[in-house]
């Protein structure tokens, strides 16, 4: 039977579902997060996007097609043209400034997740390199449909976070988690029983790094 991105999943459902649905994440959707831990989260997350630009930019050298390679571009345009600047006007909402962003040092948590995937993507193929960054292109996703399936979740105005879920449920990027996973049930479908289990790992300590930067915005940690 041939492997699929819910299989990934299921070979760590403790971690995933430590990550889809953590404090972070439920106090975000309650609106209830404490405005500081917010902050500090979307501070490093600017810093993350730089780095995720740069895994595109390795998928692009990477990549063994054209489509593959077209694919990475456009990834990479869309960082760096667009998802940077909106990421830069958000800030500026919640008082953190553009100068204020381009001087932060990089927590723990950023430099380990990001490194992690560059450091993947290095070792392994375009596959390795697409598993470890799923759990962030799916995951944001899966977590703003999450949030709307609570009864608890609060929308609209009363919710200072709405916002964020609001651009994770949107078509556009629910629209390119759906790509991305069926980019990789196409590759996943023709891999041995030994290498799902190598993509299992990249998943898995993935997914553990992502846990980890949510614990970092909670708790203020640099």
Not at 12 to 31: K, R, S, T
Not at 162 to 182: P, T
Request: net charge negative.
């Amino acid at each position: 039977m041939p492997y699929q991105f819910e299989d990934l999943k299921n070979s760590c459902p403790d971690a995933w579902h430590g990550y889809i649905e953590h404090p972070f994440v439920h106090q975000l959707g309650d609106g209830t997060l404490m405005p500081a831990a917010f902050q500090h989260y979307l501070k490093q997350d600017y810093l993350f996007l730089i780095q995720f630009a740069r895994a595109f930019a390795l998928a692009a050298y990477k990549s063994p097609t054209l489509a593959d390679l077209r694919q990475a571009k456009d990834g990479l345009q869309a960082i760096v043209d667009v998802e940077l600047d909106l990421h830069v006007s958000y800030c500026e909402t919640w008082g953190i400034s553009e100068a204020e962003l381009a001087g932060l040092p990089e927590a723990r948590a950023t430099m380990a997740y990001t490194r992690y995937v560059l450091d993947t993507g290095n070792r392994g193929d375009l596959l390795d390199l697409h598993v470890a960054l799923s759990p962030c292109m799916v995951g944001y996703g899966e977590i703003a449909n999450w949030l709307n399936s609570r009864a608890s979740t609060i929308r609209g105005d009363a919710n200072p976070y709405d916002a964020w879920i609001a651009m994770y449920e949107s078509e556009a990027f629910q629209g390119a988690m759906r790509a991305e996973i069926d980019w990789l049930n196409a590759r996943l479908a023709e891999v041995s029983p030994a290498r799902f289990q190598h993509l299992c790992r990249i998943f898995r300590d993935a997914t553990r790094l992502e846990i980890d930067f949510w614990e970092m915005g909670l708790h203020l940690r640099d």
